[in-house]
């Protein structure tokens, strides 16, 4: 019983290898499908890649702000004027309103990019 079941993976293993290897003539209309399906393709990978990147960036950002949010450490990943986290540190994030008030922007804001490189204190101001 083993043996035929050997056989049998056998015989289809060979012969489906066999038809893998035979070559194939594409016409260019056929070629230029190809080519029009991969790089739609390629464009939706590297859509979802930027997607994830922005995703991790808001973790590492809730992740600041919940770790050392009284000392503005979140504010020295966003990239703020050295003074911001001195602030943070000697106010305790005012009182600890601050930070909870980042936290809320960081999570509820699609696009971070508005709040890195900014000199204000409270970041979400105009």
Not at 83 to 112: A, C
């Amino acid at each position: 019983m083993r043996f035929r079941f050997f056989l049998f993976i056998s015989f289809i293993f060979f012969t489906i290898n066999s038809s893998a290897n035979d070559i194939v003539e594409l016409t260019p209309e056929e070629i230029q499908v190809i080519v029009e399906f991969q790089d739609q393709f390629n464009d939706i990978v590297n859509d979802t890649t930027a997607t994830r990147i922005v995703k991790f960036k808001r973790g590492k950002a809730i992740v600041f702000t919940l770790l050392t949010g009284l000392f503005g450490g979140h504010r020295i990943y966003f990239g703020t004027h050295h003074r911001t986290p001195i602030l943070y540190s000697i106010t305790f994030g005012g009182l600890g309103i601050l930070p909870l008030i980042d936290l809320v922007h960081i999570i509820f804001t699609k696009d971070l990019s508005r709040y890195e490189h900014k000199s204000q204190v409270i970041m979400w101001g105009k």
